[in-house]
């Protein structure tokens, strides 16, 4: 069986470390997945630790048809989140927490897909922009963040991984 999470942990060590707003330093991305509740035991669990941002979350639950040499995955989430400023007014979130760290991290995990030996997809993706976002009101807790989120189509294989270049 293809397990999708360790295939997208694995495909995730490959994104490169972002620079933070205005180039403050450097980030890796954080990959995590599970519903809601699983989403805010994570953050909770991080106060106290290293930041978890950008963060890349596989929102459960989703629908996996399975052969044998693949997954098919319709409906896939990806929601990739940044910490937010709630004086911050959407021009603001623009330049900074969108242009600046969610849309180089959307391209760079269109550009792993696309790479990756191990993936298929048709390269249509739904994207949502998530001012403060939530979902359904509380899955981010009181974690205040911008989102993109993504939902999009995949199969991925239990092929071996080879080096990806982002």
Not at 67 to 90: P, T, Y
Not at 113 to 123: G, M, P
Not at 143 to 163: E, G, P
Request: aromatic share 12%; proline share 4%; with cysteine.
């Amino acid at each position: 069986m293809v397990k999708v999470e360790e295939r997208l942990d694995e495909m995730f060590t490959y994104l490169p470390a972002m620079a933070g707003i205005n180039s403050e330093g450097s980030f890796n991305p954080t990959f995590g997945y599970g519903d809601g509740i699983e989403l805010n035991a994570f953050l909770k669990g991080k106060q106290n630790s290293e930041s978890p941002y950008p963060l890349i979350w596989l929102l459960y639950p989703y629908s996996e048809q399975h052969s044998e040499h693949f997954v098919d995955v319709k409906g896939m989430v990806l929601v990739l989140a940044v910490q937010s400023n709630a004086s911050m007014q959407n021009r603001e979130r623009l330049k900074t927490t969108f242009n600046q760290l969610l849309i180089p991290l959307y391209d760079n995990i269109s550009l792993l897909f696309k790479r990756a030996s191990i993936t298929n997809l048709n390269w249509d993706y739904e994207v949502q922009k998530h001012p403060n976002y939530s979902d359904g009101g509380d899955s981010a807790g009181t974690f205040l963040w911008d989102a993109l989120r993504m939902k999009f189509d995949i199969r991925i294989t239990d092929d071996c991984l080879k080096a990806i270049k982002v």
